[in-house]
């Protein structure tokens, strides 16, 4: 992104942006490709797209659980059984 953004965004150039945003849009960036990697390295060693594309799609889920320590926010009920529910249909798939 740091490529293309001086011909796609007119606005304050990189140097210009807070520190701070820069190493959560680095850290973002670093973080997205380990889970690329780590997603086509499950399906080179045998693993199933069935079950390895679902799996990899519940990243949300550590969200959820680490947000009441990190972001003080609680997970009602409803959100608690749709988490079950996803993790329950990772289960179902890969058997």
């Not at 490529?3 to 701070?20: A, C, E, H, I, S």
């Not at 086509?40 to 799996?55: C, E, T």
């Amino acid at each position: 992104m740091f490529l293309v953004q001086p011909l796609l965004y007119t606005g304050p150039g990189v140097f210009n942006w807070p520190v701070r945003g820069l190493v959560y849009a680095l850290l973002s960036g670093a973080f997205n490709a380990l889970g690329a990697w780590a997603l086509f390295a499950a399906l080179k060693n045998g693993g199933k797209a069935s079950v390895v594309a679902p799996f990899t799609a519940l990243y949300p889920v550590v969200v959820a659980f680490i947000a009441p320590f990190l972001l003080r926010e609680s997970i009602n009920f409803r959100q608690g059984l749709g988490i079950f529910c996803a993790l329950t249909a990772v289960v179902l798939l890969s058997t």
